[in-house]
């Protein structure tokens, strides 16, 4: 990614659109530098891609293409010669009327830009790869389309009976963001057969763990097949790897039916270069998007920019990615969407500088207020969750409107279980309250904390490599690590507010997720079901349900009266409910017997949830010694799980 040098041609462009541009519905919202007199608009029903008519005996094609000399859209129902394509009286827009289609056919069509170069449409729901199609078994993707004779690179395709679905679970109600356990899978990992059939038949595995949300790596069109699907090319097409649409649209139907929301990783701070908005507009001799490219920059704007950033002050870009937005929630009846790189979305440049980056940055705030209004307005209660590390006075900003962002504890989550801490209180678990200074603001949902993720390593494998020890305790024994990570579970879960997992961490995946591990950090990651099959591992996937279920079941969990030290190895963590079910967490974090003393907020019997044991105080100060790795959950009520 380049820096984007505005033209003047292209300033004027986008104050024409700020001014005048006319209703999204047609598709037509973003200025022309000069427009045509002798233009014809589009009819008042297309939108952009393709609209049919006639019951689908005709077709209108619709491409946002200013500034290019002429388009013509080739495919097979003209045997891949030009349709001249009509320009709009503003210029900005290209379009056809293609009619004599067969209805029951699916068609493959490319749009001819120039006269000489050939790209599929950008809002197109299939396309067809000669490079990777032949790599999706046809149990994943039956009947898949081959791809044409005529045809050259990707195309895209349109069908009028396309399968329809009919949807089952009308009456899903979604989680209350206070009671969010999202589960974060990568589809191609998750199931040998990478397929969504495949998960829907395995749904039983989240509910008995008892997640209320399941949170996709990106599923829309990708470079390749094999991938964490971050390298996105086509944002209204699903990628075929994983199976048909409505293979997806039946696991969405399913997590519903079965109370689990569907969140969907999405990646719209930055395009790959097979995506039709590069190619549109590009660059060759300096290899990057050219200066009058409407959506993408020249240069990056931040330091871990990775394809070509997409420049979202650009009216074209905001247009383009509310279309994205809508599309997914309604045709796929998702929750909600985690933005991937979201502090990405800003034309502030910080060049190497990570600080300056993540600096308070109004203009993002300004459009991250827009897009999550834009989404409110069309569902309510829909997720916006934004990957987005910034300063806290920048996230207090969307935590006060509902949004969350990820919070981080990976790190303090690997020392403390690990038992390693430093002068600087890396195993410090501070950060699991929304209230402590690690934010600067206090907002029960602003906050999504987790010791896991895609881009984190495993829990287990650092305590495997790199635990301590003391004497015959040593973390780095498998049965040893294991019980560590119920105490993390233990404690993340018991802290209030939304909290997510990474695929696995349940039962204790140790297989690194480092650059340098065996197939590199993008890998394909076995999934070990056979783990299950060993009793400390089903045992942490038996605490992992406890404390995953009680949070979402009792309310203590969301109670705003609570106190924590999560600082030394004897952690503690005190949650007061106000129907008076109080829950007191301790931990020993360290690998040496730890004499402590307890305070429980009322004297009498105490229950640990976990396995059952109880004590009975005489005083609230109960002085016990907590032998290394060994932690409770009481509580003075039963508590539902």
């Known amino acids: 990614m380049k820096r984007f040098f505005y033209l003047s041609l292209i300033a004027a462009a986008l104050l024409y659109f700020s001014s005048c541009h006319k209703e999204p519905k047609n598709g037509n919202n973003s200025g022309n530098v000069t427009g045509n007199q002798n233009g014809i608009d589009p009819p008042s029903n297309s939108t952009d891609g393709v609209v049919f008519t006639n019951d689908g005996k005709s077709a209108i094609f619709n491409l946002y293409a200013p500034g290019k000399k002429s388009v013509a859209v080739i495919g097979e129902f003209n045997n891949w010669q030009p349709t001249a394509m009509k320009n709009s009286k503003d210029g900005t827009r290209w379009w056809v009327q293609v009619d004599n289609l067969d209805p029951t056919k699916q068609y493959a069509y490319q749009y001819l830009i120039d006269g000489n ?9 299939e396309v067809l790869d000669p490079n ?3 790599g999706i078994p046809s149990s994943v993707y039956p009947n898949l389309k081959p791809y044409p004779s005529g ?25 209350d963001q206070k009671k969010l356990v999202i589960y974060e899978l990568l589809v191609r990992d998750f199931v040998g057969t990478h397929a969504y059939k495949t998960i829907t038949d395995t749904l039983n595995y989240l509910v008995r763990l008892g997640v209320n949300a399941v949170e996709l790596l990106p599923v829309n069109e990708f470079e390749g097949n094999d991938s964490w699907g971050y390298n996105s090319n086509f944002m209204f097409a699903l990628d075929k790897y994983y199976g048909t649409p409505n293979d997806y649209k039946a696991f969405i139907d399913a997590c519903h039916s079965k109370g689990i929301a569907v969140i969907q990783d999405i990646v719209l701070e930055d395009q790959f270069g097979s995506s039709p908005l590069c190619q549109m507009y590009w660059n060759s001799a300096a290899n990057q998007p050219a200066a009058d490219n409407p959506w993408l920059d020249q240069t990056n704007m931040h330091p871990a920019a990775a394809g070509y950033q997409m420049n979202h002050q650009s009216k074209a870009t905001q247009y383009f990615t509310e279309n994205v937005m809508k599309y997914w929630m309604q045709e796929y009846h998702i929750d909600g969407f985690r933005f991937d790189e979201a502090k990405g979305y800003t034309q502030t440049n910080s060049g190497n500088d990570y600080n300056a980056w993540g600096a308070y940055d109004a203009s993002r705030v300004a459009l991250w207020q827009t897009y999550n209004s834009y989404m409110k307005g069309l569902d309510p209660t829909f997720y916006t969750i934004l990957e987005m590390f910034s300063a806290s006075n920048e996230e207090a900003v969307y935590a006060s409107q509902g949004m969350m962002c990820w919070a981080n504890l990976s790190t ?10 430093d002068s600087g209180g890396s195993w410090d678990l501070t950060g699991l309250f929304y209230n402590s200074s690690w934010w600067g603001f206090s907002v029960p949902t602003g906050n999504i904390c987790y010791f896991e993720s895609h881009d984190e390593e495993r829990l287990q494998f650092k305590n495997e490599q790199y635990g301590n020890s003391n004497g015959s305790y040593n973390i780095k024994d498998l049965a040893t690590g294991l019980k560590r990570d119920e105490m993390g579970a233990a404690f ?22 480092a650059d340098n591990s065996p197939g590199g950090r993008l890998g394909d990651k076995p999934p070990h079901w056979e783990y299950m099959s060993d009793p400390n591992r089903a045992h942490l996937y038996k605490v992992y349900s406890q404390m995953i279920k009680m949070k979402i079941k009792n309310a203590v969990f969301n109670t705003t009266n609570f106190s924590y030290n999560l600082t030394g190895a004897y952690k503690f963590i005190q949650l007061l409910g106000d129907d008076g079910t109080d829950v007191e967490v301790v931990g020993n974090f360290g690998v040496t017997p730890a004499p402590v003393t307890i305070t429980f907020p ?18 609230t100060s109960y002085s ?6 060994e932690y409770h959950v009481y509580s003075n009520k039963p508590l539902q799980q």
């Not at 170069?117 to 729901?125: I, S």
């Not at 009322?602 to 005083?619: E, F, L, M």
């Not at 016990?624 to 790795?629: D, Q, V």
């Open 117 to 125: 170069l050939k790209v599929a449409d950008p809002y197109t729901h």
């Open 132 to 134: 990777n199609d032949s």
């Open 151 to 175: 045809g050259s690179g990707i195309v895209s395709t349109f069908w009028y009976s396309a399968p329809t679905y009919n949807w089952n679970a009308a009456n899903f109600q979604r989680p």
């Open 412 to 421: 303090n989550g690997e020392q403390a279980l690990m038992s390693f801490n």
């Open 492 to 513: 993340m879960f018991s802290s209030p507010g939304p909290k997510m997992l990474w695929e696995f961490g349940e039962r204790g995946y140790d297989i690194s997720n």
């Open 602 to 619: 009322a004297i009498g019997t105490w229950t640990d949830n976990i396995d059952g044991s109880s004590i009975t105080t005489a005083a």
């Open 624 to 629: 016990t010694t907590l032998a290394p790795g």
